[in-house]
């Protein structure tokens, strides 16, 4: 009998004792729920359109993260690919997208996979620099924000060194714009979500609020780092001041939307062909056939 290897079993377990907490905290206070039952359809209207823009960012990330490798994909491959990688991204295991990007384009399109691991690194490292800076704004204020367009600068300063030569400095100030971009809208959408639920919040909390959130990327187990984020921000409770009721009934919010955007790209995705795009058996078969020829 096949074992489960220990990182699946944890992964099982958080999302289950997550689940199983959530259900709890629900039962006990049932006024949430129905504050969630009254958010009007204009807020649930611009939360899946700002999540339609945070989608668009995904796709200017991986354009210039491909870019790096010297790889041009067609416009529709490349949203496709942005797409299918965000369901299973959310889904799979361990934060699988990038590793099913890294085998789909090394597989049609051989891809290097050195540049684009180096790429793909650079992004969390603009990811995870953005973020922290973000968690600062509980001492500087809105001043954070300013802070992290100053870290633009950031590819320059990459570019001169040896390890990151490898990757055009145009290509770094792309993929930094576009990180920044993506962070700053996870900020808005976290903003829309606590002021909807009749949070008195301000922008400088939500800034350290998503600074927290975002830092659950690099330790989650679990599919969209279900009860990773809600730990982070719960324990950084004292730094954005955010209460505990408010942060569950948000995430619930806003696991909601994502869910439903995920299941309509889903819809997008079969409508467009994508079993037709992303075939790689037939990939494989279409090698084999040139090699023999």
């Known amino acids: 009998m096949r074992r489960l290897p ?51 960012a995904l796709i200017f990330i991986q354009r210039a993260t491909i870019t790096a490798c010297e ?29 099913f990007r890294a085998l789909y384009l090394k597989k049609r399109h051989n891809i290097n996979l050195k540049a684009f691991t180096l790429a793909t690194f650079c992004y969390y490292g603009f990811y995870a620099a953005f973020s922290g800076t973000l968690l600062l704004a509980a001492f500087i204020g809105p001043w954070a924000l300013l802070l992290c367009v100053s870290l633009l600068v950031l590819p320059y300063a990459l570019s001169r060194l040896q390890r990151f030569r490898a990757l055009p400095l145009h290509v770094l100030i792309w993929l930094a714009a576009a990180t920044l971009a993506q962070v700053i809208i996870i900020s808005i959408i ?24 975002n830092f659950a990327l690099f330790v989650s187990l679990t599919p969209g780092a279900i009860g990773f984020r809600e730990a982070f921000l719960i324990f950084s409770q004292r730094l954005h001041g955010i209460s505990n009721d408010l942060i569950i009934t948000a995430s619930l919010l806003d696991r909601s939307i994502y869910v439903s955007m995920l299941v309509v790209l889903a819809a997008v995705i079969f409508g467009l062909h994508a079993n037709t795009v992303f075939n790689l058996d037939a990939v494989d078969k279409s090698r084999d056939i040139a090699r023999k020829t």
């Open 71 to 99: 790889l041009r994909l067609p416009a529709k491959e490349n949203v496709l690919l942005t797409l299918y990688s965000s369901i299973i991204n959310f889904f799979g295991p361990l934060q699988s997208g990038p590793g």
């Open 6 to 56: 220990l990182q699946s079993i944890a992964a099982v377990s958080v999302l289950v004792a997550t689940i199983v907490l959530f259900v709890l905290y629900f039962q006990r206070h049932p006024d949430v729920l129905a504050r969630l039952a009254t958010l009007p359809l204009s807020s649930l209207a611009l939360l899946f359109g700002l999540y339609a823009v945070f989608m668009v």
């Open 190 to 213: 976290y903003l829309v979500e606590l002021r909807s639920l009749g949070g008195a919040v301000s922008y400088s909390q939500v800034l350290v609020y998503t600074g927290a959130a």
